[in-house]
Each structure stands twice: as structure tokens, then as C-alpha cells.
């Protein structure tokens, strides 16, 4: 009697490689994109105004098929309790395509 194995479906197994190698599933999709690796910081307004609070909210993203969370900047403000925004900016990370972050920092009074 043959020694059965069952049927592997190779496409099954190279999708998710093949994935990370040429397309970078998983992006901040804000400013450069680095392909292995990715930490930047952009600035999106400031009015020059000193502050006293900051917050901070973050939505993330996992191979590109699952993403979550409320990094809104009106979400942001609520939850840091500014009334009057000071500078906005994104702070975004990404490794290999696999997991991206991209977050939102509020300052303001």
C-alpha cells in the first residue's frame, strides 16, 4: 500500500511570502514608503503657539488584511482634552510589510 501525503497547496503557502516580498501589504500609507523598513515623523500644521498637552492616538495594520483603530485628529483631540490644537503631526512605522502603525499627535491648550 502507498504511503498517502495529503495534497499540499503550494499557492496557499507562497501567497503570503510572495506578499511580503514584492508588494509591502502592510503600509502606513502616508509619505515614503520604505519596502524592509520604515520610522518617520511629518508634520501637518503648527501655528507656533506653545502647549501644554499632547495626545496621542494610533491605527494599525497587519499584512494589509487587517487594519484598526481611530487616529482621527477630532478622536485625538477629544481623548487628549484640547480645546485649541497647537501643531499636528503623523508618526508612522512599518516593518517587512507585515505590520504598519501610523499614529497622530495632537498639541495643544
Known amino acids: 500500500m502507498k504511503n498517502s501525503k495529503p495534497n499540499v497547496n503550494l499557492k496557499s503557502k507562497l501567497l503570503p511570502v510572495l506578499c511580503i516580498i514584492?508588494?509591502?501589504?502592510?503600509?502606513?500609507?502616508?509619505?515614503?514608503?520604505?519596502?524592509?523598513?520604515?520610522?518617520?515623523?511629518?508634520s501637518l500644521m503648527e501655528t507656533g503657539k506653545p502647549s501644554q498637552r499632547e495626545a496621542i492616538l494610533c491605527s494599525r495594520s497587519?499584512?494589509?488584511?487587517?487594519?484598526?483603530?481611530?487616529?482621527?485628529?477630532?478622536k485625538t483631540k477629544e481623548v487628549g482634552n484640547i480645546k485649541e490644537i497647537s501643531s499636528i503631526s503623523l508618526e508612522s512605522f512599518?516593518?517587512?510589510?507585515?505590520?504598519?502603525?501610523?499614529c497622530t499627535v495632537v498639541r495643544g491648550n
Do not use: H
Request: proline letters at 0%.
Open 22 to 42: 514584492f508588494f509591502q501589504c502592510a503600509s502606513s500609507g502616508f509619505g515614503s514608503q520604505g519596502w524592509l523598513y520604515e520610522n518617520q515623523s511629518t
Open 94 to 102: 512599518t516593518i517587512l510589510g507585515v505590520y504598519a502603525k501610523l
Open 62 to 74: 497587519y499584512l494589509g488584511l487587517v487594519a484598526f483603530g481611530d487616529s482621527s485628529v477630532s
